[in-house]
């Protein structure tokens, strides 16, 4: 069978299995990703020797210690992953909601109801947890997915899908509805990625690597983000104080996350206390600062930015610093050097905070609060599968409801059209 | 230039466009459009001169009467497209609505606020039209747009689209909001198709091979339908009367619309009047009926139906018959040779109307109202695009709205993350 036929197949199984789960409801999907949390439980030594595996055979490939650590797996991540898929268990179940209603003169009256999206196909690496937590989302929104990890986690990924696969069982749902994609084979993810018609839609969830290709390469539409080249702008109307909290956070709380501040923007106009200060607090919390000419005269700690310092996603304790012209020279920076992902600024003035909040067209924009606020649970959505920053269907954190679509009930008497 | 390097050009000229308007306001959309409707009615003569010389021309060529019929334009249709633009420029602004707005624990407040799509891509064949009224849906949402008619309409789409520059240049928005791509050269679509964050989003507006192109080579996301495969299912609870209008009328008020019925499927439970009833009232109506063996023995009027006619988007005064064993054999047979399009149910049991418009998994689905409503105007959206089948993003019609995306805005008072 080749790989798009596989795949077809797959899929094809996948659909047939959405119309299951839309008919069994809310508290069997929620039985069953609850089933799936015990299983796991039950099955932690299973996990761990698994893991050792995966672990033993990506060391002695020679695998960089960084991907050896989202490899891994330990008891307290194995208790993350179990109670991650109970707090998933626990979230609103969006399917069956009423959008919005309304009635037409001719007494038709319609209805706009949330439904699941459909057949999604996770193509991820690295962490195994993805395999619950990408599969325990997609089914609580009703949808069937098709999992594609990394051969380097082959066998966690195997054990953890079986124990999805249990929950399924558990509570009668069709075993279709989360299916394993074969590691391995490389023309099984090309087929993926051209499956028009058959996956409704991709969601890496990786290194920029990955997500780069399934960009370029899907014909089918892909939720993803590629960079996040966030910006934090500080104005002159800022106080110091929330300016140096709010650019520090967005850095230097993890510099590893996408929502981390990698360019900070400072107000021309700003006091020399504070524009040194933000600058100051970011050196001294650790942070490289790569400024151009007006930054590097603010503090004798600060390095000559290149031209491509604007354009890089640091994700280490490096930040690029410029000065800018007021709020209006923010914003087109950003929108020359921005991904579109996360920008905030800091400001004491409600009106340029206005201005920047409806120019900046990002995904997340923020007034007086950090970046690294970018995330699906701190949003209040309980938990996310991703951030997108492309602009169709969900922007930002995605989270049960962007993993839904709608359709609309037309309710009538027996009315034809003119 | 190669093609990619134009459409690259005007893409991000079309960005920045995107901006302009973004600033611009209501009331400059508005204006842009009502001056566009001026323009075409103060050009009528020489859009009929134009029309004249791409008819001529068509002709010349050996291009079909039905073709003819849609490139031409006359007094009527030139006062029907001025008028068509009043009608979106009187239309709410969608952009700047918020959407959903709460607030976290912590004090964050949240605004997911409606915003311009960004640069969309019409790709279209025949009518000229178009290049009107789908240049000012996409303005009006705030959107750029790069329009890439057929070479059939050159000259009639010249004239035109000169009228909507004209109505830009008077409300002083970016002349780069709408743009044409030259016609003749087809490297050039293949251009937009693959422009993936250059074009946002693309929609064909034609024939089924324009559609089926596109979706096949896009890179680029679409919104479209390629097919509208309509079921009208009779059940047996059903009153003559409302089933025979409902499906005369979704089959035969107009039978070359997408959200024309092109199966009927009865009950075979469905009393003898009624079964008869419904296929004498579409032979009676002078619509050609192809049944299978139950369906057959109804009329002697009705002959044989080929597999393949399941499965046959009639476009014409001909309509596909089956019996089917109650709502869970219409539900099978639309999931097996539907298209997702429209799809409907004559029923007066309650019940047995909900199961249908649970189960099947259509963009519209209507219970005792014909298929013809499948149209954003009777949605009460004032006037559409196009209709998507596909599950991201909109659905169904898709007007104003659909031509949008939003961002989260958040209000903090100097929230950093722990």
Chains 1, 2 share one sequence.
């Not at 098709?146 to 509570?171: I, K, Q, T, Y």
């Not at 001294?284 to 930015?305: F, I």
């Amino acid at each position: 069978m080749s790989a798009a036929e596989t795949i077809g197949e797959m899929a094809r199984a996948a659909r047939g299995a959405v119309a299951g789960l839309a008919g069994a409801g809310t508290a069997a999907k929620r039985a069953a990703i609850r089933a799936a949390a015990g299983a796991i439980r039950v099955r932690a030594e299973d996990l761990l020797a698994a893991s050792a595996v995966d672990v033993a055979a990506a060391r002695a490939g020679g695998t960089s210690e960084s991907l050896i650590d989202r490899l891994m797996l330990d008891t307290a991540r194995i208790e993350g992953i179990a109670s991650g898929l109970e707090t998933v268990a626990g979230l609103d179940d969006p399917v069956g909601e009423v959008i919005k209603a309304w009635e037409q003169p001719n007494g038709l009256r319609f209805e706009r109801v949330r439904v699941a999206l459909g057949v999604i196909g996770i193509i991820y690496e690295s962490r195994p947890g993805v395999t619950a937590d990408a599969a325990a989302l997609c089914l609580m929104a009703g949808n069937a997915c098709l999992m594609r990890g990394g051969s380097e986690a082959a066998r966690s990924n195997r054990v953890l899908l079986d124990c999805v696969a249990a929950g399924l069982a558990a509570a009668g749902l069709p075993a279709a509805a989360v299916q394993m994609v074969p590691a391995g084979d490389r023309a099984l993810v090309g087929a993926m990625l051209a499956a028009h018609g058959l996956i409704d839609v991709i969601i890496p969830r990786g290194g920029k690597g990955l997500v780069a290709r399934v960009q370029a390469e899907a014909k089918v539409p892909v939720l993803a983000h590629l960079d996040g080249i966030n910006h934090v702008y500080v104005d002159a109307s800022a106080d110091l104080a929330t300016a140096a909290a709010v650019v520090v956070n967005s850095k230097l709380r993890r510099t590893g996350v996408c929502g981390a501040m990698e360019t900070v923007l400072i107000d021309r106009a700003a006091s020399a206390d504070l524009a040194r200060g933000v600058v100051a607090a970011l050196l001294d919390g650790g942070c490289a600062v790569h400024g151009d000419a007006g930054v590097m005269e603010l503090d004798t700690r600060v390095t000559a930015a290149a031209d491509a310092d604007w354009d890089t996603e640091w994700l280490d304790a490096v930040a690029s610093a410029a000065l800018v012209d007021g709020v209006a020279g923010a914003i087109a920076h950003i929108g020359r050097h921005g991904s579109a992902h996360t920008d905030a600024i800091v400001a004491g003035d409600a009106a340029v905070a206005a201005r920047f909040l409806g120019e900046v067209d990002s995904a997340i924009v923020l007034w007086n609060a950090s970046t690294q606020f970018a995330d699906g649970a701190e949003f209040g959505f309980g938990a996310e599968i991703g951030i997108a920053t492309g602009r169709l269907h969900a922007r930002g954190p995605v989270a049960l409801e962007g993993l839904t679509t709608y359709k609309t009930r037309v309710y009538g008497a027996g009315q034809v059209r003119a």
